[in-house]
């Protein structure tokens, strides 16, 4: 397949009510051909529940789905021409693989001739050539979630959903897979939309990624826009790994944090309730060389933990108020580690000095200077 079949989505409004719960709340969304889009929330803001409108399995109660230029609401899932992989892989336990991954092509009454070409073609893509005639019994986890894949690809989907695929593998795999999902894709050339929970998932594999809360769309951007510019203090403390401390704005481009004043190179709009957000790799320590505009928190080491990949501080700032940071634990960092009752000062440059409203709460209806 190449780049030319795959095809764009257009969510339209949808809103979606099971009795008194809105699943969904007044969705639009437009999805680029070829682009690998990510839903990301917490359990239960909605995202099953618009892939499955994309899947054909929810009928909305209002709005529309469009693929391409067809208007897909109402069409039943068989006819929609997706390629879907959940996170329980679903493949048939009696059945070989390569009996497993022709199953769609039975189910679409495709020429029995072309069979063994594209079973062998797909089970090539997710580098399980030769597996035609294993036992699904006789995989392991990572296998049988390929087998799966390969199920989904092997009538050369334009599109391609998935659910959750790869939560039920352990970590190390999931990170292989992630990988291979990306070189998929881009072999591919098709549109995915992709559910995770896993805010480490979604930035890694997506182009971009739709945060979902409560049945409503909070934020749609590629993974760097969701991490440095995020919309609220809900997309700031679901991105990565942060801090939230209740700031007051001075001006367009200063805060005032506790008795200090910290600059942003953003401007800063006025609301009723701000937030600095700050990214534990994103404080350094002051070593003095610095250049003077930086933004300075005196601070006491509470605790040094070595954690591996990376050193965490946990620092306590002058009002007795938490932070903390990491750094990679390189030669050089290791040697800097702080003894317990250090005081030390922590830089923050106002390129990192994100302050975000508070999720929910509304800006001030007069204008504030
Ligand atoms: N078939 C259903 N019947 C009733 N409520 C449902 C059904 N499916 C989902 N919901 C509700 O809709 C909301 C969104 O669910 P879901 O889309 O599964 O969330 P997610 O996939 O983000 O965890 C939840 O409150 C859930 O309980
Ligand atoms: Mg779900």
Same mark, same amino acid.
């Given at each position: 397949m190449d780049e030319r079949d795959s095809v764009g989505v257009s969510i339209?409004?949808?809103?979606?009510r099971y009795g008194s719960t809105e699943a969904l709340k007044d969705i639009t969304l437009n999805?680029?051909?070829?682009?690998?889009?990510?839903l990301l929330g917490p359990s239960g803001s909605g995202k099953t529940t618009l892939l499955g409108a994309l899947g054909g399995f929810v009928m909305p109660s209002s709005g529309s789905? +469009?693929?391409?230029?067809?208007?897909?609401?109402? =069409?039943?899932?068989h006819k929609?021409?997706?390629?879907?992989?959940?996170?329980?892989?679903?493949?048939?336990?009696?059945?070989?693989?390569?009996?497993?991954?022709?199953?769609?092509?039975?189910? &679409? &009454?495709?020429?029995?001739?072309? +069979?063994?070409?594209?079973?062998?073609?797909?089970?090539?893509?997710?580098?399980?050539?030769?597996?035609? @005639?294993?036992?699904?019994?006789?995989?392991?986890?990572?296998?049988?979630?390929?087998?799966?894949?390969?199920?989904?690809?092997?009538?050369?989907? &334009?599109?391609?959903? =998935?659910d959750e695929p790869l939560s039920a593998l352990d970590k190390q795999l999931r990170e292989t897979m992630q990988i291979e999902l990306r070189r998929l894709h881009r072999k591919l050339g098709a549109t995915v939309v992709y559910v995770t929970h896993d805010q480490r998932e979604a930035l890694t594999m997506s182009d971009r990624v739709? *945060?979902?809360? @409560?049945?409503?769309?909070?934020? *749609?951007?590629?993974?760097?826009?969701?991490?440095?510019?995020? $919309? @609220?203090?809900?997309?700031?403390?679901? *991105?990565?790994?942060?801090?939230?401390?209740?700031v007051t704005r001075i001006d367009e481009h200063t805060v005032q944090l506790g008795t200090h004043t910290l600059r942003s190179a953003k401007p800063i709009a006025p609301?009723?309730?701000?937030?600095?957000?700050?990214?534990?790799? $994103?404080?350094?320590?002051?070593?003095?060389?610095?250049?003077?505009?930086?933004?300075?928190?005196?601070?006491?080491?509470?605790?040094?933990?070595?954690?591996? @990949?990376?050193?965490?501080?946990?620092?306590?700032?002058?009002?007795?108020t938490s932070i903390s940071m990491r750094q990679p634990s390189h030669h050089t960092a290791l040697q800097k580690i702080p003894p317990l009752g250090e005081r030390l000062s922590v830089v923050l440059h106002p390129e990192d000095t994100i302050i975000v409203p508070r999720a929910g709460c509304a800006p001030p209806a007069t204008n504030v200077a």
């Open positions: 339209r409004s949808i809103s979606k999805i680029e051909p070829g682009e690998f889009m990510s789905v +469009w693929v391409g230029d067809q208007d897909m609401t109402y =069409m039943p899932p929609r021409n997706i390629g879907i992989v959940f996170q329980s892989y679903a493949l048939f336990p009696h059945m070989s693989v390569g009996e497993n991954v022709a199953f769609p092509l039975r189910a &679409r &009454r495709l020429p029995k001739s072309t +069979w063994p070409e594209r079973v062998k073609q797909a089970l090539a893509m997710v580098e399980l050539d030769g597996y035609q @005639d294993r036992g699904v019994s006789q995989l392991s986890g990572g296998q049988r979630q390929r087998v799966a894949l390969a199920r989904a690809i092997v009538f050369e989907p &334009r599109l391609i959903l =998935m739709a *945060i979902l809360k @409560d049945g409503e769309l909070v934020q *749609i951007g590629a993974p760097e826009t969701l991490h440095n510019n995020p $919309k @609220d203090s809900f997309v700031a403390s679901f *991105i990565g790994d942060s801090t939230l401390l209740p609301h009723a309730e701000l937030l600095l957000a700050i990214q534990t790799e $994103k404080l350094l320590i002051d070593d003095g060389l610095h250049e003077p505009g930086i933004n300075r928190l005196p601070c006491r080491v509470v605790e040094a933990v070595y954690q591996g @990949d990376s050193l965490r501080l946990f620092l306590e700032l002058e009002d007795g």
